[in-house]
């Protein structure tokens, strides 16, 4: 006979196990809807000021600045000035349609503008250099000073542009192969626009691009009496490069060489400024389950006309729960 007294220490341990099972499995629960609610951060975007002398606006506060989330106000949590040193792939398509012409080999204006792309390098950062035609090719095998870089793209004349294009495929391998990339980054890309390989959408390209915060800046080679697809190309990159918060800078051969190369100096100095400060613009929105359009502005109409120009990512990517 087992008397009362012999069961309670056997009775104890189980409802002590049966609490503590119970309090793991409820904090657990609770752990995983934290987990669930908080994968996704507050959106976040991009965004450069400059002034009239293409300085950095260092005094910019949220209260200036009013944003549209597809055509909605939207809250700002957060506006600060980011000026980390950054890191740069610099892109040169090295595929046949980079040729000096049809009737001409050679690499034509297009080392020269890669050239302009590595004197626009702001001083503190470090770049990496790759080409591509249909694939991705490391000159650089790792981030480094910007003087090298600038010996590799004098060191590509020996070489001969060749092959089709996979531009977009290549900026996307860029993502992969270079993790370092993070916010405020940038890709530098020397190209005619041109793409006749690649697999990856543009938009889906984009998305990777803003939810990375890596900005494009696009150093499009435009040649004499260029074709009607190559306009077409340039075109396109306007709305790639701006979507991302970057620019567009078109180089000719009589502004790389000729007497408008005053034009291209005098453009140098917004260039380093942009890649060398960006606010990081945070906003109180809810989970953003599909891609959303963005309109910033400023609210003083008299900064509006201060301002030489604002530049901001135009999107915001979607949020991605990890699985």
């Known amino acids: 006979m087992i008397m009362p007294g012999n069961r309670a220490p056997m009775l104890i341990p189980k409802l002590v196990m049966t609490t503590i099972s119970f309090c793991l499995r409820a904090s657990l629960l609770l752990a995983c809807s934290f987990a669930v609610a908080g994968d996704c951060s507050p959106p976040s975007i991009l965004l450069n000021a400059l002034d009239s ?27 600060s000035l980011d000026t980390h040193p950054r890191r740069i792939v610099v892109m040169v398509d090295s595929s046949g349609s980079m040729e000096a012409s049809p009737q001409k080999s050679g690499w034509g204006i297009t080392l020269p503008a890669a050239a302009y792309a590595v004197d626009v390098l702001p001083a503190s950062a470090s770049p990496a250099l790759v080409t591509f035609s249909d694939k991705l090719r490391r000159e650089s095998s790792d981030f480094e000073n910007r003087k ?3 010996a590799r793209v004098l060191n590509l004349a020996k070489r001969h542009p060749e092959g089709p294009t996979s531009l977009f495929d290549s900026i996307d391998q860029v993502l992969v192969e270079f993790q370092e990339l993070h916010f405020g980054d940038a890709i530098y890309l020397v190209t005619d626009g041109l793409d006749n390989k690649s697999r990856i959408s543009l938009p889906k390209l984009e998305k990777e691009l803003i939810s990375r915060g890596v900005r494009v800046f696009v150093f499009l080679v435009v040649r004499e009496g260029s074709r009607t697809e190559e306009e077409m190309s340039g075109t396109q990159m ?18 790389i060489a000729g007497n408008e190369r005053a034009q291209l100096d005098r453009l140098a100095p917004q260039i380093v ?5 960006v606010y990081h613009l945070e906003l109180g929105l809810s989970e953003v389950e599909k891609a959303a ?5 400023f609210a003083d109409r008299d900064r509006r006309k201060n301002t030489h120009s604002i530049a901001y990512s135009h999107q915001i990517a979607p949020c991605q729960r990890k699985p």
Do not use: H
Not at 240 to 255: K, N, P
């Open 53 to 79: 002398n293409f300085k950095i606006e260092r005094d910019l506060r949220a209260e200036d600045i009013k944003v549209e989330v597809d055509r909605k106000q939207a809250q700002i949590l957060s506006l």
């Open 148 to 150: 090298p870089v600038g």
């Open 238 to 255: 306007d709305g790639f490069a701006e979507s991302t918060g970057g620019e567009v800078v078109r180089i000719s051969s009589a502004e």
């Open 273 to 277: 400024g942009q890649v060398e400060g």
């Open 293 to 297: 359009r963005v309109n910033v502005a």
